[in-house]
């Protein structure tokens, strides 16, 4: 049996940080697990550093403070990094996933971060390139299946589906599924 | 079998709102109630409902539409939050006076000012002697549970009181998580159609609500709402239980977790008691004798309930999300310490005041909260009656 796992979500206001946050707590669902998903509330503004939390349980989830000490953090704006203190309160041998256009050693190295693991991706790039703009958190959603063998690429597709089923047009659906797929292949360890 | 699914408490609430199909739904939208109106709304439109939602300009309103509605003969439901509530106020004491079982969900959020939107319990802590009856959610599917069980509730014959949902605001009514809702047929027969009682719209039978009442038979008809209030505890149990039996999920006044053999014991309502579960169980690991007494129940308070589960430890800290500004400590506290006042052998008990405005409650306050009753009991003596937990100095 797996332990409680707590996930903390990095971007801006407008990057659909709460709603990769949704679809992973969804793709949870389709796992089997228990889970929770909610955001940080505070002055909504666009542009503006904002966090979104999950968790996931093999059994039912009963604490509902917030998450100080996550396992894995995400990072789905790159000019975060190194502006904010994203591995804040982080478990000792905790994952991080970001998006950037460097190796894994660079962020590293950027960020003083010496342990546990580091994922990084060119989510902005990704998304430009398949969707035609920078949205970047459907392909950060690849990297968490990367970095998260808990959640499987199955689950996030299907799961990205149902929380896109009635607000996209079918070929934007299959596009973001392109980037899922594509920051998962893409992701380097290190 | 009912369907699991992810749902915010908001949006769990809204189901159960789509389930038992009301006639009539009057809202006016208030963070943090909004998403809860907004998703009815989107049944409304979407013809999934036969409710008639009155889409008012107040909560003042929304109220007034309820009380018309349901005196009128209507299976009635609304939502709300802090300020709408306080909006609502002298119709929410009309709804209970007049025995119209109206359901209304509140998710609860600080009662400014300054303006706060998040969690503490102040708006419903306020409309404590209004006359509703009034069951706190620990989470998303307590919520839809409670909303479900009071309708059931509600219209009971012998009861016909409003019954105030709560949830705690952002912390579950925002917050994604996994539910089960039940079959929408399952919950029809649950509750069964509606049975109106001196509905005004039965014309052949006239009816008058809300006259001129004064020193000649107020205060009898007073007696007979205090009767009504006080005598229901047993119906909200039987229909609790009897919604254990369809969905498994078992519903008591009050929650006892792990106080059987405790020595210290602590009090909460609503999102608190899932953390305060956790910080019992690793305190449990650690040795500690300690259980978490969980207040799902708060109107009518169920003294005597209370007094069975606390007469037996040595000390309870009770946390108290609302103020009574100036009053002897917060209205959980007051009531609790009130009940054992008789009791033959009763724990030392003190309160805490936190959550204010949304201010969290981590596992490392409760486990304070344990450790300074212990302190308590171990010296003997209660210097510090009422104090904070979390507060920043």
New interface residues.
Partial sequence: MQKLIEIRWHGRGGQGVVTAS?IL??A??KEG???????E?GPERMGAPVKAFNRVNDK???????V?HPDLVIVIDPTLLGTIDVLEGMKEGGTLVANYDGSPKELRELLGFNTGKVFTLNASLISREVLGRVMANTPMLGGVCRAFDQISLKSASEALRAQFGEKLRPEIIEKNLTCLKRAYEEAQQG | MGT???L?GNSAVAHAMRQVNPHVVAAYPITPQTDCVERFAEFVADGRVDTEFVTVESEHSAMSACVGAAAGGGRVMTATSANGLALMWEIVYIAASMRLPIVMMVANRALSGNIN??CDHSDTMGARDSGWIQLFSE?AQEAYDNIIMAIKIAEDMSVRLPVMVTQ?G???S?????MELLDDEEVQKFIGPYKERYPMLDLKNPVTYGPLDLFDYYFEHKWSQIDAVEHCLPIIQKGSDEFGELSGRNYELLESYKLDDAEFGVIALG??C??A??AVDRMREAGKKVGLLKVRCFRPFPTEHIIKALSPLKGVAVLDRSSTFGGFGGPVFNEVRSALYDAPERPLVIDFLYGLGGR????EDIEVAFQRIEGVVTKGRIDTHVDFLGLRE
């Fill in positions: 949704r707590a969804e949870m669902l697990k228990y889970f929770q998903a909610f955001p509330y039912p989830i009963r604490i509902h403070c917030g100080t | 699991v699914l992810g915010n939107i998040h989470n705690d952002f912390i579950i925002h917050a994604l998580e996994r999102s608190t899932g953390t579960k956790e969290d409650i981590f596992m």
